[in-house]
């Protein structure tokens, strides 16, 4: 059974400068134009940043100034009342926006919150501890994480596991019952909630040499490994453990090419490829790797 979300059951709000390139537009707009809510801004650039990599360390800068936007600002457009939201700011920022939510009677979606990288230091973990009971995942980087907290770098798998207890330990989740996330590029993801431990999901490219060749360029593998994550709660009905899967094919397809992936028709039929391959297949595939069977 092939399953999928519509472009209108899901969103992206893009703030829209008077710069904004036309050639990014037409290609948003083939992944379903009901997708996007742009918020237009006749007097402002568009908003852009630098992200670069030196081996395995990122670092993230403005290059414009940064236009804010909080739950208020959904009021009267199709994403007001989502029941999942995905956002990336410092944890101050994050304390702002689950105080709006709180304010809106009645609506209690579910919260993914990536820290920005540039806030990722011990001086913020104060106020990250503060908003995490407001938080239902949280999904930094290995390198984020173990900044956060004060570890030892590079990352390893059992200092990615401890710093997956000790946020666990600091409060993740409304009366704990809150999930972390750590996404640790070609070693795979370590999903961690307290009713049920650790479990580590496989990135579906992994580092070793057979896939090397198809990690093109990591920009936005960590935006488009929570989106499949909150396309996964859906159809898993809440399976975190589960929705990490569709999480990881998500990002897949993102790291194979510079920019977004492209679509086609499959030969033959109406079903949509992604890079000429199905994410269904894909995840299947990942599943398997895990000794499970899913159809």
Known sequence: MVRKLLPHQIGMVIDRGHDFPPSIQTKLEEYGSSMWTFRDQPDCCTTRALNSYKGDHRSFGYLTPRIRITPHDLKGTRLARSTTLHFICSPSRAATIVSEIKEMDGWFPTTIYEPIPDRCIPEELPALIEVLPSISVLSPNAEEALSLLSLPLPPMKNSIEQAAAEFLDLGVGEAGQGCVIIRS??????????????????????????????????????????????????????????ATFYASVSASFTIEQAGLPTLSRATNSNTTQWNGDFPQRRLKELFKRHGRCRE
């Not at 909630?193 to 896939?211: I, M, P, Q």
């Not at 935006?223 to 709660?233: I, Q, V």
Request: aromatic share 14%; no cysteine; hydrophobic share 45%.
């Open 185 to 242: 590029g070609g070693m795979g993801a370590f999903v961690a909630t307290r009713e049920n431990g650790g479990k580590w999901v496989d990135a579906f490219w992994t580092s070793v040499k057979e896939d090397a060749h198809k990690i093109v360029d990591v920009t936005g593998a960590g935006n488009s490994f929570l989106g499949g994550l909150a396309a996964g709660l859906f159809f898993t009905q809440g399976d975190v453990y589960e």
